[in-house]
């Protein structure tokens, strides 16, 4: 049997009803998305409820984000040893079960332990979805089906910050965790019926050294991007974090390069597609957590809209970018993945930079437009950057591949989030300093400001003393929130910058994409010779 015949029979093609298959994988997904989604807007209410201090109700968020991570490189090997539809629906009911407990979480630890427990499921189910949907669908199809996969993954987005606000304000915060149940079971009911079951490789032994390693890399690594600008960048425990993670990766590549069957299969890298791939996205996710992070943070504390008011600004983005991930699926086939990459990272690049100019009068229509044109860009380029390095690759290898490609963008999109955060931090600081510095007190204009903010508060019933307080307080306030515009426009254009640099990974792929078509081209010559 050829090397094309034994991969086509490696896994159960699903012709007549994949769609019905990838509605279920569909489901899971936009389940475990939406709930990330929704505990941004609730923070502040789960620590009224609890009456905790900020750092305390962060664990919400940060035991969730570290179960799930550091439980994806194990994706790969529980799919290909026990199957993907089990393995898929398995991780399904455990996030339903611990979604289940968050709802009766009685105190801030019990929601962290019950989050954890949410996390450990929740981590497993986007790549081992996205892997089965190369098990399942015929590689002709897989484009299209990706792009429409690629809808949960947008769509959540959207709706989280709109859909959490309504339940908090109208029902009660259990409904955030309440809400997946439902959601769940009707995926694992229709996933029982539905998917079939992939061939299980029996003789697979667990990596525990490696597992153990990539648990010590990953979760040392994410504490560190995530409690970095809290604990300081050169504080004894963030640099312990650094170097713990940076010595277990070295033991790991050893450990690694030595295995058969390892939980993190590096050699994956000698395919120059899928690293040169893997590489452009997570440049990608950096440039996107310039919008999908900076953006709220401005809308909320500059412009002074609610969490629902800002979900509802920033939901045409999203929902430009699902509208355009099953077009761009159709494309791929038809133009690749070149064109299509330079064209979005192209609308990227820019418009990220036109954001640039936000100022404390920018109206809502301008950034909304600028945010879809955005949006249009993200969903263009984002789908066929992630996909064009696994389309190269043999079934068997899809499982790993789908890990290593999910935990790297989950690192980098973690590494743009502290970089982006340090940067907007810093400059607002400089740029305070330097707006309070070139006040002149004893110009006609201040003495007039001075004495207008005055009188204001004396109308108010303040006395003279509290009034002549209130002005230096309203004109701090005052130099802060223009600092805050600055900085975060000023970091926008940062985040510009690795669009422009995956833009010029993407061309190096025109090369690669020749040299793989003329070896292909040999490969048919040589098979038609060998058959006269």
């Known amino acids: ?58 664990w919400v968020v940060t035991g969730y984000m570290l179960a799930s991570a550091v439980v994806v490189p194990m994706g790969g090997f529980l799919a290909d040893r026990f199957g993907y539809k089990t393995t898929f629906l398995s991780t399904v009911t455990a996030f339903v079960i611990g979604s289940a407990l968050c709802g009766i979480a009685w105190s801030n630890g019990s929601l962290v332990i019950a989050r954890i427990i949410q996390g450990l499921g929740g981590g497993f189910i986007m790549p081992v979805g996205m892997a089965m949907l190369y098990q399942i669908v015929p590689r002709a199809k897989v484009q299209t089906v990706m792009g429409v996969w690629g809808i949960s993954a947008m769509a959540a987005p959207a709706m989280g910050p709109t859909l959490s606000g309504y339940l908090v304000d109208h029902f009660s915060w259990r409904y955030l965790f309440y809400i997946n149940v439902p959601i769940g079971v009707v995926a694992v009911g229709l996933g029982y019926f539905l998917l079939k079951e992939t061939p299980k490789r029996e003789g697979l032994k667990f990596d525990f050294l490696g597992s153990f390693l990539a648990m010590l890399v990953f979760g040392c690594l994410l504490l560190a991007l995530t409690d970095g600008q809290k604990e300081g960048w050169s504080s004894l425990y963030i640099v312990s974090l650094f170097f713990i993670s940076f010595f277990s990766f070295l033991l790991l590549l050893w450990v690694e390069l030595g295995k058969d069957n390892a939980i993190m299969d590096f050699h994956l890298f000698k395919n120059s597609q899928f690293t040169l791939s893997l590489i452009a996205s997570s440049f990608v996710m950096i440039a996107m957590m310039g919008g999908v992070y900076l953006m709220p ?25 699902a509208f355009m991930m099953p077009i761009a699926g159709k ?26 100019h936000i100022a404390q009068n920018t109206p809502h229509g301008w950034i909304q437009w600028l945010l879809v044109i ?20 043999p079934n068997h290898m899809i499982g790993r591949a789908s890990a290593m490609s999910n935990v790297i963008r989950n690192v980098m999109a973690s590494f743009g989030i502290a970089v982006l955060t340090s940067i907007m931090t810093k400059q607002s600081s400089n740029i305070g300093t330097r707006i309070a510095e070139e006040i002149d007190t004893s110009s006609p204009a201040f003495g007039e400001f001075q004495t207008n903010v005055a009188h204001r508060y004396m109308e108010l019933g303040t006395g003279p003393g509290s009034a002549a307080s209130g002005v230096s307080g309203f004109l701090s306030a005052l130099i802060q929130k223009e600092a805050l515009t ?11 910058l690795p669009a422009f640099v995956s833009l010029v990974l993407v061309l190096f792929m025109i090369r690669r994409k020749k040299a793989a078509a003329a070896g292909a081209s040999g490969e048919t010559q040589q098979h038609v010779m060998v058959e006269m």
């Open 374 to 393: 955005r949006g249009i860009g993200i969903g263009l380029c984002m789908m066929p950057l992630s996909t064009a390095g696994m389309n190269g690759l």
């Open 331 to 356: 494309l791929m086939g038809k133009v690749g993945v070149v064109p299509l990459g330079v064209v979005g990272l192209t609308i990227i690049g820019c418009s990220t930079l036109e954001l640039h």
């Open 297 to 321: 943070i401005y809308l909320q504390n500059v412009l002074g809209l609610t969490p629902m008011q800002t979900g509802l600004l920033m939901m045409p983005q999203s929902i430009a970018m």
């Open 486 to 496: 600055r900085g975060i426009a000023e970091t926008l254009l940062v985040s510009a």
């Open 1 to 58: 049997m050829s090397q094309t015949a034994s991969a086509a029979a490696e896994a159960p093609k699903q012709e007549g009803g994949y769609w019905l298959a990838v509605i279920v994988l569909i489901i899971g997904t936009f389940m475990a998305i939406l709930d990330n989604s929704l505990m941004n807007v609730a923070i502040p209410k789960l620590m009224a409820v609890f009456g905790v201090s900020q750092n305390d109700i962060e």
